[in-house]
């Protein structure tokens, strides 16, 4: 088939061409139905997604009205020529026959077990189901759900959507995720993307073979070849940098709203989460005048759903205080476009990298603040790491700095802890030792951007540093 004859096949929704396996194999910008000139009754349907799948359309005798019966997806087991022998053999069976025997597949198929579409919605529905947690909330039971859901829509249900979960095999799983790598599914190359698919497809099947569901007998996600790793960041902001970005977040002709700019310095100077301190709220913040301020974290909102105790330097206190600009302000971080509610979760990310216009992808709507103060891209999760880094030079051991980020602590200078000891035996908090640490890091955040420590006489300051 000549270049010109294929391309004016894959421009329109629906046409009829010879049908090629490269035609299959090419991409769409939307969904598109080719008709096949050589085998009447064929026709292959292809995928913004990349997925061909064979179906072969048929008069019904009993109803008198067109069916479509479906054959089988795209593949190197599955060609044009197979799909054209199979509706071949399927044509000398003879009308009626043709049409019981699609009733007959149909009924087997139900018969057999669920798709890997349908088994995805089920799971999708159990996992967002409330349920009582520790601290006596009903919340999702799986609180990520979200983040599964997309990786099984995005990436599972468009290639094996339509494939019973019994037969899905470990080539399946492995192709697709050869394909994310590659960017042969529809986007573009990514590690993570093919990990994040291999975690919520493991899951979905380890979850359908259990007793009570039997969808499966066994996870196809058993075995797979290994990825390779990923780098993992290591931006940290020089000095410099953070002199820079400290006092560009007070500039007046900033774009970005100033709660979402305080809370990026009250990142960098607690070392808490974004999702941990942007849902702050008044009844949290404990002795906040007093001789010993901390801001209790409830575990709704930790990564590893424990309560986090953090102590608050001076810094963070005046931090608190610019950001609570009335007595009814209930969230630190209070939004500026909705009012009682907290800043968005991904406010500070978008302030920092900027945003693009809805229509026009590569064009900047709003430029972010490292482009405005000519930084070098970061994310808000690299000021925890800046200020750990901070702590490190300042001479705190890993198991101090570890407690201040709230990771699990597995080593005090050169003795291994168990880790057991943490998780089960002692819940200290060891607050002098976080607070030791995160007066430190604010003492010589100071330094840094070039002011002095502040006495205690002067309290009160209302501006952050």
């Not at 479509?68 to 044509?91: C, I, M, P, Q």
Request: net charge positive.
């Amino acid at each position: 088939m000549s270049e010109t004859t294929t391309q004016a096949a894959t421009a329109r929704p629906t046409g009829s061409v010879i049908l090629t396996d490269a035609i299959c194999r090419k991409r769409v910008a939307e969904r598109t139905k080719l008709y096949d000139r050589r085998c009447s009754g064929l026709y292959v349907s292809i995928t913004t997604a990349g997925v061909a799948t064979f179906s072969m359309k048929f008069t019904d005798p009993v109803s008198g009205k067109q069916r479509s019966g479906w054959l089988g997806v795209h593949g190197e087991a599955f060609t044009v020529n197979d799909a054209r022998n199979r509706v071949y053999a399927l044509k000398g069976l003879g009308t009626a026959a043709l049409a019981e025997t699609f009733r007959e597949r149909k009924a087997e198929q139900a018969k057999a077990g669920k798709t890997v579409a349908e088994i995805i919605e089920e799971r999708i529905n159990w996992m967002k189901t409330p349920v009582r947690k520790a601290d006596g909330e009903m919340r999702p039971r799986l609180e990520s759900w979200q983040n599964t859901a997309s990786h099984l829509r995005r990436f599972l249900r468009p290639r094996l959507g339509r494939k019973l979960a019994s037969e899905v095999t470990k080539h399946d799983i492995a192709t697709l995720s050869n394909d994310i790598l590659t960017g042969k599914h529809g986007g573009k190359p990514s590690i993570s993307n093919a990990r994040h698919m291999r975690k919520a497809a493991s899951g979905l099947f380890n979850w359908a073979a259990e007793a009570g569901r039997d969808y499966v007998t066994a996870s196809p996600c058993i075995n797979l070849p290994k990825l390779d790793p990923e780098h993992p960041r290591t931006r940290v902001l020089s000095a410099d940098e953070i002199r820079i970005f400290w006092h560009g977040l007070d500039r007046a002709d900033m774009p970005w709203d100033r709660k979402t700019r305080l809370a990026l310095k009250f990142e960098l100077v607690t070392m808490l989460r974004s999702a941990e301190l942007l849902g702050a709220h008044r009844d949290e913040l404990i002795d906040l005048n007093g001789e010993s301020p901390r801001f209790d974290v409830p575990l709704k909102r930790v990564k590893k759903r424990r309560q986090i105790q953090q102590p608050l330097s001076d810094l963070a206190v005046e931090i608190i205080n610019e950001a609570l600009t009335s007595k009814d302000q209930q969230f630190v971080f209070e939004s500026p476009m909705y009012e009682g509610q907290p800043v968005h979760r991904k406010a500070m990310a978008a302030a920092l990298r900027g945003t693009k216009h809805e229509k026009h992808k590569s064009k900047t709507k709003t430029p972010g603040i490292c482009e405005l103060l000519g930084l070098r891209s970061f994310t808000p999760h690299d000021l925890r790491r800046t200020a750990a880094t901070l702590a490190g030079d300042l001479g705190f051991d890993d198991a101090a700095i570890a407690k201040c980020l709230d990771h699990a602590v597995s080593r005090k200078g050169d003795v291994i802890v168990p880790t057991v000891t943490g998780k089960v035996y002692n819940h200290s908090t060891r607050m002098k030792e976080k607070r030791a640490v995160l007066d430190a890091v604010a003492a010589e955040l100071r330094r840094i951007i070039g002011r002095p420590v502040k006495p205690a006489a002067a309290a009160g300051l209302r501006l952050a540093a």
